[in-house]
Each structure stands twice: as structure tokens, then as C-alpha cells.
T-cell receptor, first 111, second 113 residues
Framework: QKEVEQDPGPLSVPEGAIVSLNCTYS??????FMWYRQYSRKGPELLMYTYSSGNKEDGRFTAQVDKSSKYISLFIRDSQPSDSATYLC???????????FGDGTTLTVKP | ETGVTQSPTHLIKTRGQQVTLRCSSQSGHNTVSWYQQALGQGPQFIFQYYREEENGRGNFPPRFSGLQFPNYSSELNVNALELDDSALYLC????????????FGPGTRLLVL
């Protein structure tokens, strides 16, 4: 079993839709929870990170963490065609400086 | 301020050969981490270098090795290439070793035939 499991997708939504991207993890020692966006033929770009249970909002993006269920989510409001990319969740052992990534969910937002 | 750069962008090698990939870290960053991303998968941590010393390693064999230079740029070396080494190799730089805010380069796409 992988340490981080991500809903595989792909997802295709119309412009303006609310998108929900989800991951589960198995190791309680994980301390930080990150979301990256990766466009085709590019490196991942950090969107946001959080370390506590609850919600963290940044513009149209909201990261949600439920440590009791070991479940993390990223919500995108008012999705745009420019949001079309692969979204990667990653979970960090700060003591090791090592991020463990999910396999990504590919999102397409259709105009 | 320049971002993370990697060279070359693409590379084709044959099985058994050796390869060296290069990464220039973002200005002010002293830590470089290397990841392997196979097609359709998330990046997998290879190792991290901090101030020229290896500071953590993932589940990769010793034929994957690295260096970090005094200017904090870094190299990833892979010996005795195998077909399964075909992947996108990413480096990420950060200030400090926690890994919370690391910035990725565009990657080097390696194809082993």
C-alpha cells in the first residue's frame, strides 16, 4: 500500500465548476500537507501547504485537512481553463525533508 | 532573481551507460532535492543535499549518486542505466532542509533504450 493515495481521475469539468481533489495517507508522522500543480512538460509548482486540521484558503483555492481521517482535499472554486493541469498532493516528513507525493489527478476545465 | 534551471532538457542513453544531470538552484537557496517522476506517477524522492552533504535519501540504489557544489548547484549521476530509469528527473531548491517551500525546475527527461 502506498503511503499517499490520490483519487486518480482524470476529471473534466465545465468552466466555473467547483472542483474537489482528494488524497488519503497512512502515516501519522506526516506533518505538512502540500498541493502542487504541474502543467504538461513543467516541474511541479507549490500552490499551498498547511500543517493543521481545518481549512486554509488562498484565492479560489481551499486546502482542507482532516488528520483524524488522514484525508486531505483541495477545492477550486470558479474553475478556469487555465486551471487545467495535473494536481499533486504531497505530504512532508519535516525531520527528513522528504516529500511523499500522490500520483496526481489530471484536471481539464472546458470553456 | 532566477529560478531553478536544469540541463539538459532531454537525453537519450542506452542501457548500461552513465548519465549526469545538472541543476542550478534558485538564488539564496542552499538545499537541493532530486526526484524521479515516471510517466503517470508522482515524483519520488531520491536524495537531498544541504551545504554540499547528502542529507537524506529515498529508496534508490547506490548507482544513483549526487554532488552539491559551493555555489549550491548540484549534479545527479546515474551509473549502469536500466530501462526503468526512463523518467523525468526533477530538482527542487529550498532555503533550509524542511522541504516546506521548495521550488522545482522544469526537469530533465531521460529515455533509456
Amino acid at each position: 500500500q502506498k503511503e499517499v493515495e490520490q483519487d486518480p481521475g482524470p476529471l473534466s469539468v465545465p468552466e466555473g465548476a467547483i472542483v474537489s481533489l482528494n488524497c488519503t495517507y497512512s502515516n501519522s508522522a506526516f506533518q505538512y500537507f502540500m498541493w502542487y500543480r504541474q502543467y504538461s512538460r513543467k516541474g511541479p509548482e507549490l500552490l499551498m501547504y498547511t500543517y493543521s486540521s481545518g481549512n486554509k484558503e488562498d484565492g479560489r483555492f481551499t486546502a482542507q485537512v482532516d488528520k483524524s481521517s488522514k484525508y486531505i482535499s483541495l477545492f477550486i472554486r470558479d474553475s478556469q481553463p487555465s486551471d487545467s493541469a495535473t494536481y499533486l498532493c504531497a505530504i512532508l516528513h519535516t525531520n527528513a525533508g522528504k516529500s511523499t507525493f500522490g500520483d496526481g489527478t489530471t484536471l481539464t476545465v472546458k470553456p | 532573481e532566477t529560478g531553478v534551471t536544469q540541463s539538459p532538457t532531454h537525453l537519450i542513453k542506452t542501457r548500461g551507460q552513465q548519465v549526469t544531470l545538472r541543476c542550478s538552484s534558485q538564488s539564496g537557496h542552499n538545499t537541493v532535492s532530486w526526484y524521479q517522476q515516471a510517466l503517470g506517477q508522482g515524483p519520488q524522492f531520491i536524495f537531498q543535499y544541504y551545504r554540499e552533504e547528502e542529507n537524506g535519501r529515498g529508496n534508490f540504489p547506490p548507482r544513483f549518486s549526487g554532488l552539491q557544489f559551493p555555489n549550491y548547484s548540484s549534479e545527479l549521476n546515474v551509473n549502469a542505466l536500466e530501462l526503468d530509469d526512463s523518467a523525468l528527473y526533477l530538482c527542487a531548491s529550498s532555503s533550509g532542509t524542511s522541504g516546506k517551500t521548495q521550488y522545482f525546475g522544469p526537469g530533465t527527461r531521460l529515455l533509456v533504450l
